[in-house]
């Protein structure tokens, strides 16, 4: 994945969006390459259309230069490219992701349980997001670090790394008029 957020994420950046996410979807009817954009302004249809040229173009690219062998083998597949807006639900997949949305709801989906984490089987957790980390290790990397998240029906605080979460993404809750 890193390989294509490298040939996206300068081109989107230039055009004034932030990369969210890059996911490859798939089945029957072929493999899907989605990116979520976002713009301080909002992404509208119109947007998603004009970048899914621009997109499309910096990926032939890149699919085209002999530096890239593993990109190249990856983008030689059929595939079809979807460019989309974060949507209410919006996916987090950084650190600052998190962070810009401290008091939101989330679910956290993770990769395996996670060890004095909830139940022993545990893998989805529902809470509200009530800060985060940075790595020590790391602390300019933006994909590393941890998510506190608050438990919905207890004062439980799940500390749940970035590396484990497979999937997360903010829960809409219209009663409270957004993401509360």
């Not at 230039?14 to 979520?36: D, K, N, P, Q």
């Not at 987090?92 to 022993?120: I, M, N, Y």
Request: proline share 6%; hydrophobic share 40%; charged share 25%.
């Amino acid at each position: 994945m890193r390989l294509l957020e490298a040939a996206v994420e300068p081109v989107a950046r230039a055009m004034g969006f932030e990369v969210v996410l890059i996911e490859w979807a798939g089945g029957r009817g072929g493999r899907i390459a989605r990116v979520y954009l976002d713009h301080p302004n909002g992404v509208s249809l119109d947007d998603c259309s004009r970048m899914s040229g621009v997109l499309s173009n910096a990926l032939d690219a890149a699919e085209a230069d002999p530096e890239t062998p593993e990109l190249t083998a990856l983008l030689s597949l059929p595939y079809t490219l979807e460019v989309s807006s974060p949507g209410v639900d919006r996916p987090l997949a950084r650190l600052s992701h998190f962070a810009r949305h401290v008091g939101g709801r989330a679910v956290v989906r993770t990769f395996h349980p996670l060890p004095d984490q909830g139940s022993a089987d545990q893998r989805t957790f529902h809470g509200r997001i009530v800060g985060t980390e940075v790595d020590a290790a790391d602390p300019a990397d933006d994909r590393r670090g941890t998510v506190l998240l608050r438990s919905l029906d207890s004062d439980t605080i799940y500390k749940i790394s970035l590396a484990d979460i497979r999937r997360a993404n903010l829960v809409y809750s219209p009663e409270y008029g957004g993401h509360g």
